[in-house]
């Protein structure tokens, strides 16, 4: 079973616009959560985790995301998109079952930001 | 990108051969992975290991083989029974296991010939 999803491969936004990159998960318990970046032929950044505490959490780059315990959520968001934000964004979990660091990645969304 | 080195950026490979992948890493981190990118498919874990002399099977380890001699190096070898290897291959670390964040290098993009 897919731990983790994206559910749009591709999303566009207007420069200046607020993006969200959805994401949910399917693990039990209180899975820890990422969110990665990744530019053409380069590896993943990272830009921010949600282990415990405020289910607000701020990243690099002005983006956040938050943490829905009820919907298993984990949308990435931005107030105003840049243009320098199109790239592939990669939400990750930690499955807590396993003793192993094992994260399981969603196929990414490419999220794309018209000048 | 910074900590973690990978080599080479572009490798080719004839079938029937195997071919090493080199992964470094100056973060004193305990953890290393390898992981295996395809369009569509994200990121599908091949090996890791928590320390030194020890590795584990990830979930696509077959056709493939790792060494951890030393902390701060964990090549992947990429060998002739991997029926399609080409592919953008990425090296992780993180601190410990446990949740820590992974961090990763800049990749090496794989063709078979």
């Known amino acids: 079973a897919q731990s983790v999803a994206q559910p749009e491969d591709q999303v566009n936004v207007a420069e200046g616009n607020p993006l969200t990159v959805k994401c949910t998960y399917s693990v039990s318990g209180n899975p820890y959560l990422f969110w990665y970046v990744q530019y053409p032929n380069r590896g993943l950044q990272f830009l921010l985790k949600y282990i415990t505490g405020d289910n607000l959490v701020k990243g690099s780059y002005g983006f956040e995301a938050e943490f829905n315990k009820s919907q298993t959520s984990f949308h990435l968001k931005k107030p105003s998109a840049l243009v320098s934000d199109s790239a592939l964004y990669f939400c990750a979990v930690r499955d807590l079952r396993y003793t192993g660091n094992q994260f399981y990645f969603g196929t990414g969304t490419s999220l794309t930001v018209i000048p | 990108d910074g900590g973690i080195t990978q080599s080479p950026k572009y490798l080719f490979r004839k079938e029937g051969q195997n071919v090493t992948l080199s992964c470094e890493q100056n973060?004193?981190?305990?953890?290393m992975y390898w992981y295996r990118q395809d369009p569509g498919q994200g990121l599908r874990l091949i090996y890791y290991s928590q320390i030194v002399n020890d590795f584990q099977k990830g979930d696509i380890a077959e056709g493939y083989s790792v060494s951890r001699e030393k902390k701060e190096s964990f090549p992947l070898t990429v060998t002739s029974a991997q029926k399609n290897p080409t592919a953008f291959y990425l090296c992780?670390?993180?601190?410990?296991?446990?949740?820590?964040?992974?961090?990763f290098g800049p990749g090496t993009r794989l063709t078979v010939l």
């Open positions: 992780a670390s993180s601190i410990r296991t446990g949740g820590d964040t992974q961090y």
């Open positions: 973060l004193n981190h305990d953890a």
